[in-house]
């Protein structure tokens, strides 16, 4: 079983950065898409970004294209999320999950979740 690990998470004032970092533990580790989500109190998880493992290509929100960019060490099983001119809307729980699936936008194919690390931008 694959269990991805968050780390990274703080608190930050806006404009400023963070990196989240998604370390992935168990064999075999050959998903389809590494994704990052994100929970702020009394809304839905979205969609923040998207890695296909294998190839790297990215996939972005709306909301955060230009401002994020997602990584992924392949050798070390890493996924990195650099955020940058972070806003206060971006306060959330930032979830790592790992899909089978090519649907890289459907929530509902990444089966294995980490906890999730905390994000908060004061203004």
């Known amino acids: 079983q694959v269990q991805p690990v968050e780390s990274g998470g703080g608190a930050v004032q806006a404009g400023g950065s963070l990196r989240l970092s998604c370390a992935a533990s168990?064999?075999?580790?050959?998903?389809?898409?590494m994704g990052w989500f994100r929970q702020a109190p009394g809304k839905e998880r979205e969609f923040v970004a998207a890695i296909r493992w294998s190839g790297g290509w990215t996939y972005y929100g709306d909301s955060v294209k230009g401002r994020f960019s997602f990584s992924r060490d392949y050798t070390k099983n890493t996924g990195f999320l650099q955020m940058n001119n972070l806003k206060a809307d971006d306060t959330a729980v930032y979830y790592c999950?790992?899909?089978?699936?090519?649907?890289?936008?459907?929530?509902?194919?990444?089966?294995?979740w980490g906890q999730g690390t905390q994000v908060t931008v004061s203004s």
């Open positions: 168990g064999r075999p580790f050959s998903p389809y898409f």
């Open positions: 999950a790992v899909s089978g699936s090519s649907y890289w936008y459907r929530i509902s194919d990444y089966d294995n």
